[in-house]
């Protein structure tokens, strides 16, 4: 059983360009989280979805950002017009719907460089 | 002041030394995760516990939900156990909140 997914590892972008980070849950999770961790700080809580459903999109920021999970294929997160604070290592994490100790799968992550 | 405090920041020990990592929150959880990130980066999940005492080979987690505290402990400890540990407590539906991390550091 494959783990979570995600891709690019690595990505760099120019000022300006746009980004688009791929997760692929674990077979059978239909729960998706993003989580983003600037460098040197701790990780945060980006957006929560299920198949189709923006759950929690509380950790987002306003402008630039957006997630979608559709009913086939992976989660995108998507940051339009990168600046160098976007920086970052951006994680995908799945959990069961099935789970109710909500135990969360965490990807190996993407390294988004913008210079 | 963060929802999740975690002590030390860096801890740097000898190898074979015990080792306690702590962790404390300020808002009501359900559950909590003790996540490890190696330098590589990526992130694996230790333990997830809600209640009393968890054990995985050298590796125990606790968690006294009253005191809203959680310990790990790392049992001779070995240089491939430097790593940064993360706790994280679950908020609301599904929301992971993180601690900033400890880093460890294990010298042979």
């Known amino acids: 059983n494959a783990g979570v997914m995600q891709n690019p590892r690595h990505l760099v972008r120019r000022r300006g360009q746009e980004a688009r980070l791929r997760c692929s849950p674990m077979?059978?999770?239909?729960?998706v989280y993003w989580y983003r961790q600037l460098p040197e700080e701790g990780l945060k809580f980006m957006v929560y979805?299920?198949?189709?459903?923006?759950?929690?999109e509380s950790g987002m920021p306003k402008e630039r950002f957006s997630a979608e999970f559709p009913k086939e294929g992976p989660s995108i997160l998507r940051i339009q017009q990168v600046v160098r604070g976007d920086s970052a290592a951006y994680f995908c994490?799945?959990?069961?719907?099935?789970?109710?100790?909500?135990?969360?799968?965490f990807g190996p992550g993407t390294r988004l460089t913008v210079t | 002041k963060n929802e999740v405090e975690q002590s030390p920041q860096n801890l740097t020990a000898q190898e074979g030394e015990f080792i306690t990592i702590n962790c404390s929150y300020s808002?009501?959880?359900?559950?909590l995760h003790w996540l490890q990130q190696h330098p590589g980066g990526g992130i694996v999940s230790l333990f997830m516990?809600?209640?009393g005492k968890k054990k995985h080979g050298r590796l125990i987690a606790t968690i006294n939900i009253q005191e809203k505290h959680s310990s790990l402990h790392i049992t001779a400890s070995h240089p491939r156990d430097s790593a940064v540990y993360i706790c994280?407590?679950?908020?609301?539906?599904?929301?992971?909140?993180f601690g900033q991390g400890t880093r460890l550091t294990i010298n042979p």
């Open positions: 994280a407590v679950f908020q609301g539906a599904q929301k992971l909140v």
């Open positions: 077979k059978g999770h239909s729960h």
């Open positions: 994490a799945s959990s069961s719907p099935f789970d109710y100790s909500y135990e969360q799968y």
């Open positions: 979805l299920q198949k189709e459903n923006i759950i929690d």
């Open positions: 808002v009501g959880i359900s559950a």
């Open positions: 516990l809600s209640s």
